[in-house]
C-alpha cells in the first residue's frame, strides 16, 4: 500500500485511476488514510479489533477537511484499540433511528390505517378479509378514525359487552330491511360476534405496534379481556345449529318461493352438497363436469387448500342443468320482449334486461352476481327472507352441518363422509392415509344422503311436500 503524507496538496495531487480503487496510508498517523476510486475520494481509519481488521469510511474529500479527518480518525482508532467497532456503532445508530421513525409514524396513525396496512400484509384468504373488514365496520365504526394508541382497556372492555348484549350491532350499522333476522339472533351468537371482534382487534394492534424482530412495548388494551382476575372472554360451545328434519317441509317451501331464482339455487346446492358458502360462490361452469356428473372445488378456493371433487346425485345434476337451461331462456325472453312499440324509457329498461341476460348467460360462475367480484357474495337477502315466513333461524354453514347429521344418520363410512365434505385427515390416523376416496366409491353414498333429505322434505310427521327441481 503506497505511503504518503496526507494533506490536502497531497491528496489533490494523486492520480485518479480508470478502474477500481487504490489506498494510501498516511505516513504519520497510523491507520489513517485515503482510498481514491473513479468516482471518489475519501478518508478511512482501519485497525484489528479484536483481532478482526476493521475498516470504516470518516468522510468524503469535498465534504470534510484534512485536519478534520485527522482528528476523527484519531478518535475512532482510539476507540478501535479499546475494542469498539465502529462500523457496529453506526449499524445500531441507524436502526435506532429507524425505530425511532417508525415509532413517530406510529404515534397518531388511526385504526383505519392500521387495519389497512394488516390486510395488505398478503397472508390473508379474501373471504378472511372480508370478514375482518365487516367486524370493524359493523361494531367498531366510531374507533376507525381515532388514533389506535388513544382506544384503552375500559373502551375495550366496554365495546366487548355492548355487542355482546346487542347493544351496538348491525340494526345500528346498516340500513333497515323489512326482514332483518339479526334481532332473532340468539344471545350466544352476539357474543360470539364481540369475541371475534375483539381477536381481530388485538391481531391489528399487535401487528400496527410489534417491531420488525417481533418484539414490542406497546400493551394491547385487548389483553384485559385475558385478564385472570377478569376472564372476559366468552364461552362459546360449539354451534350445534342445523335445519331439523320436522322445519324440512316448510324451510324448504318457503326456498321454493323465493323469487330470485339464484338465490334458491345456491341454498339448494349448500343442503344437498354440504359444501361451504365461500366454495360454493366460487364455483364455475368449468368445475361442473355433466358427462361425468362431478363437481370440482379447486385448491385455491377450498379452506384446506386441496382440490375436492364429488359426484352429483340426481337432484343436483337436475338443479344444475336446469340452471344453464334458465340463462338461456332469460335471454331468449329478453330479446323477445324487444319487439313492438316501445316508450324511450321502456326501450332502455328493456336493453338493459337483455345486456343483463348475456352477462348472466356469459359469466364463468355458477352463481352470477351483479357486483365487481361477478359472483353471488351476500346470501343474507335469501336467509333472511325464508327466516321471516318461516321463523326457522338458520346460517349457511348450518345446512352444512344438516347435510353432514343426514349423512351420519345413514351410517355411512367416517372416511366417505370426511372425503364428501373435505375435512382433512387427522394426522395420527395412520389407517386414514391407506384409504383412498375415489369418485365412483362416493357415488352410492352422496345419493343416498340426496335421497333421505328429500324424503324428510316430503313426508314428515304426517306432512306432505310436493317436491320439484329448480326451475
Known amino acids: 500500500m503506497p505511503v504518503i503524507h496526507i494533506t490536502k496538496t497531497s491528496v489533490e495531487e494523486l492520480t485518479i485511476p480508470a478502474s477500481g ?30 483481532g478482526r481488521l476493521v475498516r470504516t469510511k470518516i468522510d468524503t474529500f ?85 388514533p389506535a394508541e388513544e382506544i384503552t382497556r375500559d373502551m375495550v372492555r366496554i365495546r366487548h359487552l355492548e355487542i355482546a348484549s346487542g347493544e351496538r350491532g348491525r340494526r345500528k350499522l346498516t340500513k333497515k330491511t323489512p326482514t332483518a ?14 369475541n371475534n371482534c375483539m381477536r381481530t382487534l388485538r391481531a391489528v394492534l399487535n401487528h400496527a405496534f410489534e417491531d ?27 354451534r350445534e345449529n342445523l335445519v331439523k328434519n320436522s322445519d324440512l317441509p316448510a324451510w324448504y317451501k318457503s326456498i321454493m318461493s323465493l323469487k ?33 356428473d362431478t363437481v370440482t372445488f379447486v385448491n385455491s378456493d377450498t379452506k384446506n387448500g386441496q382440490t375436492h371433487t364429488i ?30 312499440k316501445m316508450t324511450m324509457k321502456q326501450q332502455q329498461r328493456a336493453h338493459g334486461r337483455v345486456a343483463l341476460a348475456e352477462s348472466r348467460l356469459n359469466s364463468q360462475y355458477v352463481f352470477p352476481g351483479e357486483g365487481k367480484t361477478g359472483h353471488l357474495t351476500e346470501p343474507r337477502r335469501g336467509v333472511d327472507a325464508v327466516t321471516a315466513a318461516t321463523g326457522i333461524y338458520f346460517t349457511c354453514h348450518d345446512l352444512r352441518r344438516t347435510f353432514e347429521t343426514t349423512a351420519e344418520s345413514l351410517e355411512l363410512s367416517a372416511y366417505a363422509l370426511k372425503a364428501l365434505v373435505n375435512h382433512k385427515r387427522s394426522a395420527n390416523d395412520v ?9 365412483d366409491r362416493l357415488r352410492e353414498p352422496v345419493q343416498r344422503i340426496a335421497d333421505a333429505i328429500q324424503d324428510r322434505i316430503k313426508r314428515q310427521y304426517g306432512q306432505v311436500v310436493q317436491m320439484q327441481a329448480a326451475q
Open 181 to 194: 333476522s339479526k334481532e332473532a339472533a340468539p344471545p350466544v351468537r352476539r357474543e360470539a360476534a364481540a
Open 21 to 50: 480503487r487504490v489506498d494510501y496510508s498516511d505516513d504519520k498517523l497510523k491507520g489513517f488514510g485515503v482510498r481514491v476510486s473513479p468516482t471518489s475520494i475519501s478518508f478511512y481509519a482501519c485497525r484489528r479489533v479484536n
Open 62 to 146: 469535498d465534504k470534510i477537511t484534512v485536519e478534520k479527518a485527522r482528528k476523527r480518525a484519531k478518535e475512532i482508532l482510539l476507540d478501535m484499540e479499546k475494542g469498539i467497532d465502529p462500523n457496529q456503532v453506526k449499524k445500531e445508530r441507524i436502526e435506532q433511528a429507524e425505530t425511532a421513525r417508525q415509532e413517530e409514524e406510529k404515534v397518531g396513525k388511526t385504526l383505519q390505517a392500521c387495519l389497512d396496512e394488516y390486510l395488505q400484509k398478503g397472508r390473508l384468504k379474501p373471504r378472511t378479509i372480508e370478514t375482518y373488514q365487516d367486524l370493524c365496520r359493523l361494531y367498531l365504526a366510531d374507533w376507525l378514525q381515532r
Open 260 to 292: 330470485n331464482t339464484d338465490m334458491r339455487d345456491y341454498l339448494l346446492f349448500l343442503l344437498f352438497t354440504g359444501s361451504r358458502r365461500s366454495e360454493t360462490e366460487l364455483l364455475t361452469w368449468a368445475m361442473v363436469d355433466f358427462p361425468e
Open 311 to 340: 359426484p352429483m346425485s340426481d337432484f343436483l345434476r337436475d338443479l344444475l342443468w336446469r340452471r344453464k337451461e334458465r340463462l338461456q331462456t332469460e335471454l331468449s325472453e329478453a330479446r323477445a320482449a324487444l319487439t313492438g
Open 431 to 439: 389407517t386414514g392415509g391407506y384409504i383412498i376416496m375415489s369418485v
Open 212 to 238: 420488525d424482530e417481533g418484539g414490542t412495548l406497546y400493551r394491547n388494551p385487548v389483553n384485559i379481556l385475558s385478564s385472570k382476575k377478569r376472564k372476559a372472554w366468552f364461552d362459546i360451545p360449539p
